[in-house]
């Protein structure tokens, strides 16, 4: 399996922007498909974003679409989210995830490695 260290989360005003970073090591990083999740309190883990092994190919949550960029770097084992205009429903810890499928995967029980995640909070 390979080890996942997300960073990068904060406390910001609505309309802010982050870039949450995942590093990775263990196995083969890009033999990996890459997924960002995030859980508010009290609800479900979702499904965020996801991007192909090579970074040729990325799929979004609708609620995200057009605010949320996800990419990665094969050479720096590390994923990342740039996050813009943020806003207050964004707020959840956000979970980088690996798992080996080739094709597009959103549920939480198709990914094999979790990190331990990172806290975004957002003001209004």
């Known amino acids: 399996q390979v080890q996942l260290v997300e960073s990068g989360g904060g406390l910001v005003q609505a309309g802010g922007s982050l870039r949450l970073s995942c590093a990775a090591s263990g196995r083969t990083f890009s033999s990996y498909a890459m997924g960002w999740f995030r859980q508010a309190r009290g609800k479900e883990r979702e499904f965020v974003a996801v991007i192909s092994r090579n970074g040729g190919n990325t799929y979004y949550a609708d609620s995200v679409k057009g605010r949320f960029t996800i990419s990665r770097d094969n050479a720096k084992n590390t994923v990342y989210l740039q996050i813009d205009n943020l806003k207050p429903e964004d707020t959840a810890v956000y979970y980088c995830?690996?798992?080996?499928?080739?094709?597009?995967?959103?549920?939480?029980?198709?990914?094999?490695?979790w990190g331990q995640g990172t806290q975004v909070t957002v003001s209004s």
């Open positions: 995830a690996a798992t080996f499928s080739l094709v597009v995967r959103t549920s939480p029980a198709q990914y094999d490695s």
